[in-house]
């Protein structure tokens, strides 16, 4: 291009742009988001695993609320009101109506007008919806602890055993294979044995075994992660393992491990479940699913609604919380698209 054209050019192409339709076309068209914030957005597109989310926050709020929830005394015996079938007021629809056999089995019993056991009774009179309350309570208080022991053990445990290395992590995963070779069962039904029956001691049984696959599990990612730049820097800059760990490992461990947690509460579930239902696990006059799943085993064929109802509660606690891991598990891998 020539001088002489250059000085032909006309000026108002230079002008820079003020409108506000020019400045709307440079502005960034999506907002920026954090991890949490994309994870928690690419949750909600999984329909099965907001389903749970919302059925567990349920759950668990009824069964914090279980005191002032439960119709009746989840421990008050009556054996005159012994096997009533549910009775929902208003409801005319056989099962639900207080009829068996064709007879009011309310009006045979000389139940009160006006008193409603909305899921019957069991064999000695209670209540067996407040005896689901609580049972349901005591069940999820002792997943929970039991996985409060998984996170606190098993990622200290996997942390150490992947960043030492060496001699230190050959003994430690030593250790783990000889207590992974041992089944889960035989430690609790021997622990169970040897400690007072009561709920701790079931808390304390789950913690023993339940904490190895998480161990495993944060062992593999640290051993990953202590070879990353940002990790070989705060090394280089003096940072000592109590810091490191803190700052750099236990955030970007957070997500494998919160799957992890979510994996293992459905199983502390279901294991409190079984230990109660072969009669070792929570002592009476306290129930857990499991217990009231046992007793209501034992007439099941005559009066089948003492089993079905906690079974019911039962399966859907697990398949919730299997669905919402599953979810997690998806929504907190930043490989997977959306």
């Known amino acids: 291009m020539s001088k002489t054209d250059v000085e032909w050019l006309d000026p108002s192409l230079f002008e820079p742009a003020q409108t506000e339709e020019m400045q709307d076309n440079e502005k960034?068209?999506?907002?920026?988001?954090?991890?949490?914030?994309?994870?928690?957005r690419r949750l909600k597109k999984n329909k099965g695993a907001v389903v749970s989310l919302v059925i567990i926050l349920i759950m668990i709020t009824i069964a914090i609320l279980a005191p002032v929830l439960a119709p009746h005394n989840p421990f008050t015996q009556n054996v005159a009101f012994a096997n009533l079938p549910p009775k929902i007021p208003g409801w005319?629809?056989?099962?639900?109506?207080?009829?068996r056999a064709g007879q009011d089995q309310y009006a045979l019993s000389k139940v009160p007008e006006g008193t409603y056991y909305y899921l019957g009774t069991d064999g000695l009179g209670r209540d067996l919806l407040?005896?689901?309350?609580?049972?349901?309570r005591l069940s999820l208080l002792i997943a929970f602890a039991a996985a409060l022991f998984d996170l606190t053990i098993g990622v200290t445990y996997g942390i150490v055993s992947g960043w030492f290395g060496g001699r230190v992590d050959n003994v430690m995963?030593?250790?783990l294979e000889i207590m992974s070779g041992i089944p889960n069962l035989v430690i609790l039904v021997l622990m169970l044995l040897f400690l007072r029956p009561g709920i701790s001691s079931i808390i304390l049984a789950l913690g023993f075994t339940g904490w190895l696959t998480m161990?495993?599990?944060?062992?593999?990612?640290?051993m990953k992660l202590k070879n990353q730049e940002y990790i070989l820097a705060a090394r280089a800059l003096g940072q000592n393992f109590r810091n490191i760990s803190i700052k750099h490992l236990l955030p970007n461990l957070a997500g494998i491990v919160i799957i992890q947690t979510m994996f293992s509460i459905p199983s502390a579930i279901f294991f409190e479940a079984f230990l109660s239902f072969l009669g070792i696990g929570v002592p009476i006059p306290n129930a857990s699913l499991g217990s009231l799943i046992n007793d209501g085993y034992k007439t099941f064929r005559f009066l089948p609604h003492l089993m079905w109802f906690p079974a019911l509660v039962l399966c859907i606690l697990m398949i919730s919380f299997n669905l919402l891991a599953d979810g997690l598990r998806d929504a907190l891998d930043p490989k997977m698209k959306d």
């Open 28 to 40: 960034i068209a999506a907002p920026s988001l954090s991890f949490l914030q994309d994870s928690f």
């Open 92 to 99: 005319t629809i056989d099962g639900f109506n207080g009829f």
């Open 130 to 136: 407040s005896r689901i309350l609580y049972g349901t």
């Open 173 to 175: 995963q030593r250790i």
């Open 215 to 222: 161990a495993r599990v944060v062992r593999a990612q640290t």
